[in-house]
DNA sequence: CAGACTTAATTGTTTTTTGCAAATAACTAT
DNA sequence: ATAGTTATTTGCAAAAAACAATTAAGTCTG
């Protein structure tokens, strides 16, 4: 029978993406164990065929393992493979991309952050694996509700377009960005809720059910 | 040591493309083996760890065996997994989808030919696999070079205008069409040469370099 | 061999989208 | 009250896209 040729190994990688202080930043794991045993690295791990439904329900369990919640937005990124990438022998890694508000890991102290443009040198395939996430960050910014998972549940407009800038790395048009936002009707306002502060209060949003039930179809 | 905890099993399955007859096809295998043996199927196997050096490596040596030669488009598009999707056990299929001009497939008697809007019911997760691979298609079309590779070296404005409009699944406007192919330098004219017919001969074109090159990118 | 026919390709016009600049609105701090 | 600052809207110009019609270039028919 086919299946009693040598396997190779699976795994799950987690680029989990947040954004503080403006940055866009990835939440990295100090290894434990052999290989790269002290280096940072994408969290990661094997999947455990006796618990996991499948490999995202795997990505879930890394991820509550690292930050004690689920993240609000989780997708498939790719899968990473071959002879070379991990010294262990002939390994599959199956990565996720997950989006959390900084507002949500603020209270967690072990998460140890690291803004996208300073990574130190990452083991295994993992600056690949990064530079891969990104891309597709910034290709679905482009069309997408994206980003605003990287948002708590209330933003202003200002909060909004700057996370868009961010993860496409560009300058966008104010009026242009709202009313092309507005249009797609991937958020909504949130009636009487303003940021009050020094100067004229800002509108709050929050995602739209339209984009809520979108990104549990994956899209 | 982690690595001897039981692994699933890891395969890759093709999503593989033609156009035949203005529709937009699948090639399938009829299997040999059990399980589900006799019916038809994504062309698939077990991943060689002696012999690939990665899945996409993997994948290409299905194709190989299936038609006899590389497919001009190759690109890795979803890794399905879970304990339900196999009968054999907890299973990972890394899903490539490829597409090939019919032209060449024609001499190959063997290959069995299903266009997407009729095919019978497929065995394992393959159907759900043609659905994301439609989706990937259609969502690619709209912006890239990529349903060109479903037609020979050499095409009309009218074929490609036609392909686009398949894979999309909705009219396009010519002149836009046409505009908006040409601006972005993903086809050549090639001097001098006309498909001539009944009536005025068309121009015909082939993918440029720049096409072929992103392409090599992964782009 | 003229003209009808058919497909290819271009051109012009209207409509929609986008980009830019300025104006208006709503607050705080002085 | 008013200057200062950020939020939001408005208006207009430029660009892109959709639509409609015209011109081009051949074959086929009587």
Chains 1, 2 share one sequence.
Request: hydrophobic letters at 40%; one cysteine or more; aromatic letters at 10%.
């Amino acid at each position: 029978m086919e299946s009693s040729y040598p396997q190779p190994l699976v795994m799950v990688d987690i680029a989990l993406f947040t954004i503080r202080d403006k940055r866009l930043s990835l939440i990295l794991t100090r290894r434990k164990e052999p290989p790269f045993e002290g280096l940072l690295a994408l969290p990661g791990g094997f999947v455990h065929v006796q618990e996991d439904a499948d490999t995202e329900a795997a990505a879930r369990r890394v991820i509550r393992g690292k930050i004690g919640f689920d993240a609000p937005y989780l997708e498939q990124l790719f899968t990473f493979s071959g002879v070379a990438r991990d010294p262990r022998g002939w390994s599959v890694s199956v990565v996720y991309y997950a989006l959390v508000p900084w507002a949500l890991l603020e209270r967690n102290a072990s998460v140890e952050l690291c803004p996208v443009e300073a990574l130190p040198s990452l083991p295994f395939d993992h600056q690949q694996i990064v530079a891969k996430a990104m891309e597709r960050l910034r290709g679905k910014a482009t069309y997408s509700s994206l980003p605003a998972f990287l948002l708590p549940g209330e933003f202003t407009m200002n909060d909004l377009h700057g996370i868009y800038q961010q993860t496409i790395g560009a300058r966008l048009d104010k009026a242009s960005f709202r009313h092309k936002i507005l249009e797609q009707d991937i958020i909504e306002e949130i009636p009487r809720r303003f940021r009050t502060g020094a100067h004229r209060p800002a509108q709050l949003y929050r995602l739209s059910s339209k984009a809520l039930t979108a990104f549990e179809r994956k899209i």
